[in-house]
């Protein structure tokens, strides 16, 4: 069922001109695909990471986050800065249980700004044909 999914909504994305609407879309199925409650499309400029798309099914189901308009750096402090800093994936079950002697740490401000409890993070370093980076599930 999700190989027929993934070759449907590669057939969908190919007529889409909308980039906005585009990312909306591959971020929603992405989340779908993984179960997660909540995700991100983040953009690299330079040395960081910049939230372009989020989504949050528990703070604003089916809309696009308000909670979007910072930056993340990319090195090993933060998780979403060490996987674009490594280029490798981080799948993480607890990242409030982090093991020790771990460069990065879970940046705990959105949790404690948006009253959320993030449990689970997979964060996943995807490039395109411009070398954009894009993308992380929580």
């Not at 906005?20 to 040395?47: C, H, K, M, P, Y």
């Not at 993340?72 to 998780?79: K, Q, S």
Request: hydrophobic content about 40%; some cysteine.
């Amino acid at each position: 069922q999700k190989t027929e999914l993934s070759q449907k909504l590669s057939d969908e994305v190919a007529q889409i001109k909308d980039l906005d609407l585009l990312l909306g879309i591959v971020l929603a199925e992405a989340r779908w695909f993984v179960n997660a409650d909540a995700g991100s499309i983040l953009f690299r400029s330079d040395n960081e990471l910049n939230f372009s798309h989020a989504q949050n099914e528990t703070l604003q189901p089916g809309k696009k986050l308000i909670y979007n308009t910072f930056t993340v750096p990319i090195d090993n402090m933060t998780i979403t800065g060490c996987v674009a800093s490594t280029n490798k994936a981080l799948n993480i079950l607890d990242v409030y249980n982090l093991s020790d002697g771990l460069t990065y740490k879970f940046g705990q401000w959105f949790d404690e700004v948006a009253d959320y409890q993030t449990q689970s993070m997979l964060t996943v370093p995807l490039t395109t044909r411009l070398g954009m980076w894009l993308a992380y599930c929580k």
